[in-house]
């Protein structure tokens, strides 16, 4: 049975693919978008319960692509954290401000990021410890 | 080499789009901006003269999001739009449009292309409706979900008409409405200013300026304390209402006059009327540090009616002290020595955060009405009082409750440590007449 259904994206394949396969084999159903616009078109065509968007991608980044994916919703937002090289406190802020739920650093370790994305999907669960989660609105 | 897949340039195509919807349809209000507009107006235009325009804005809507974030502005936005939207049928004729002015949505642009009746719009039938509006929304702004709001919201409505001309481009001309509508009511505040302005300055130079005493009572002994004086207008004018004088006398540049007339008009009745008393008189903060307190001028003039500083109590509000809260601290501590008593006024609104209290050390802090008003069955409000009071007595300034209505407030304002207290459950303020006889 899949954990949740987790779309990644990034512009940079090697970091994609990483947690492509990490988060798979941890038990979670995970797919990939190369760019902002092929991540908005997957999220108008289908409901994923998280979303990992890298800030720095060319042409649309991952603020733009947040702002466009909160113009397109409904009253249910996607989940949404953001990760970046950059360990900023103003981009973490940004963030939240965005509607962004977490906010990860790159390079991220194998445990690290399933623990981030578990205590996301799974508050409360065994999975984790739950994190407080600012309101998506 | 190009790497991407023939979706790419869809989805790239798609983005665009989505770009561009979010730049003209608010999210928040799920409304689009008027310009979206253009070729249904275009069409209502070939079939009549003109359309009645109706611009809407929220008018303290910057002080929600400063106050409680762009969320809170947000959610006020489509709270508004709810409401707009019942509006069709209703205050609106069926027919009108509703838009945002602009995205993120600050201000609704409605579009009126016919009245109730089907037949075009007249003046008056558009300036009727345009009030309806402004009466509906208002009243709505007492319900969920805007009544955490403080302070409450209040919104301006404007109106013009909007008609086709072969010589102009026509998105300029509906630009050219929308701002005409959207600037009516600023301009007609203006115009009204002015002619009142001009009245009120007359009425300066006149001295036609009452002076009402309202008694401060001690409420462990039931005595009477001191007076507080109010200034009132001319009888039967607008400036009977002393909050539409004050507010109108600094938009005009008469606040400084206006001020000082009251004051000597307070301190030479009031010798007669509070022998033995204190004095309450109110005075702009902007005055408080001004030469005329400084310079002895106010004691030549107490001295001459029998009286002593010990005997006025000076009070400024700190809603208006404010800022000014720091520059105020010399002034005041020069008032003090010169024997002047000082009181803090509508304490407990808010947004002051003790700067005013810690700078100004006053004597008296006056704790506002909407505190009082039903303290004896509202816990919250007797834990602020209560608050106040320790405060206050950090300081040694003794507790005055305003607004008293009832014997129940009196006496939980005792029991939370107020030394005195005014209000209509022991007198309103009242001609000098009335306490001399």
């Given amino acids: ?137 | 080499m190009d790497t991407r897949r023939p979706d790419d340039a869809l989805d790239h195509f798609r983005t665009g789009y989505l770009k561009l919807r979010s730049a003209l349809h608010d999210r928040a209000t799920r409304t689009p901006a008027y310009p979206l507009l253009f070729d249904e107006l275009r069409a209502q235009l070939e079939r009549r003269r003109r359309i009645g325009v109706v611009h809407v804005e929220p008018a303290n809507i910057d002080l929600v999001e400063s106050l409680y974030g762009w969320q809170a502005f947000d959610r006020t936005m489509a709270g508004l739009a709810a409401v707009v939207g019942t509006l069709r049928g209703e205050e609106l004729p069926e027919g009108a449009l509703v838009s945002v002015g602009s995205v993120p949505a600050d201000r609704f642009v409605l579009f009126v292309p016919a009245g109730h009746d089907g037949e075009e719009l007249t003046h008056e039938a558009l300036a009727a409706l345009a009030a309806a509006v402004k009466v509906r929304l208002e009243s709505a702004s007492d319900d969920e979900p805007f009544a955490t709001l403080t302070p409450r919201l209040s919104v301006k409505v404007g109106w013009s008409f909007l008609s086709e001309d072969p010589f102009y481009r026509f998105e300029r001309r509906v630009h050219a409405a929308v701002e005409e509508a959207r600037s009516l009511p600023d301009r007609r505040a203006q115009e009204r200013d002015r002619v009142w302005g001009a009245e009120l300055k007359q009425i300066i130079t006149e001295a036609r300026i009452r002076t009402l005493w309202q008694p401060v009572v001690e409420l462990d002994s039931g005595s009477v304390f001191g007076f507080e004086a109010f200034s009132r207008g001319p009888r039967d004018s607008m400036f009977e209402m002393p909050r539409a004088m004050f507010a109108l006398s600094d938009r005009v540049g008469a606040a400084g006059d206006l001020d000082r007339l009251c004051r000597s008009a307070a301190l030479r009745e009031g010798a007669e009327v509070a022998a033995r008393r204190k004095l309450f008189v109110n005075v702009l903060p902007s005055t408080l540090g001004g030469s005329e307190w400084q310079s002895g001028a106010v004691q030549d003039l107490l001295t001459s009616s029998g009286r002593a500083p010990e005997d006025v109590v000076i009070e400024v509000s700190e809603r208006a002290v404010g800022a000014e809260a720091e520059s105020l601290a010399e002034p005041s501590a020069m008032l003090r020595l010169l024997g002047f008593g000082l009181a803090l006024d509508d304490v407990g609104t808010g947004r002051d955060g003790g700067e005013a209290l810690e700078r100004l050390r006053p004597d008296y802090l006056k704790v506002d009405p909407s505190v009082v008003r039903g303290i004896d069955g509202n816990l919250v409000k007797q834990e602020i009082f209560a608050t106040l009071a320790r405060q206050g007595s950090a300081i040694g300034a003794a507790m005055v409750g305003v607004g008293v209505e009832s014997v129940e407030e009196a006496e939980t304002l005792r029991r939370l440590g107020a030394r005195y207290a005014q209000g209509y459950h022991f007198a309103g303020p009242a001609p000098r007449e009335r306490w001399t006889s």
């Fill in chain 1, 1 to 137: 049975m899949s954990l949740g259904r987790v779309l990644i994206v990034d512009d940079q394949e090697d970091i994609r693919e990483m947690a492509r396969i990490v988060l798979a084999g941890a038990g979670y159903d995970a797919e990939v978008a190369r760019s902002g616009d092929e991540a908005l078109r997957l999220l108008h065509e289908s409901v994923y319960d998280l979303v990992l968007l890298d800030i720095d991608m060319p042409e649309l980044d991952g603020w733009a692509t947040l702002r466009l994916l909160r113009a397109d919703e409904g009253d249910d937002p996607t989940r949404v954290a953001m990760f970046s090289v950059k360990g900023d406190v103003r981009d973490k802020v940004a963030s939240l401000k965005e509607g962004a739920i977490d906010y990860i650093t790159k390079p991220f370790g194998v445990d690290e990021l399933v623990r981030r994305v578990g205590r996301i999907l799974h508050p409360g669960g065994t999975l984790g410890p739950a994190v407080p989660t600012a309101s998506p609105r």
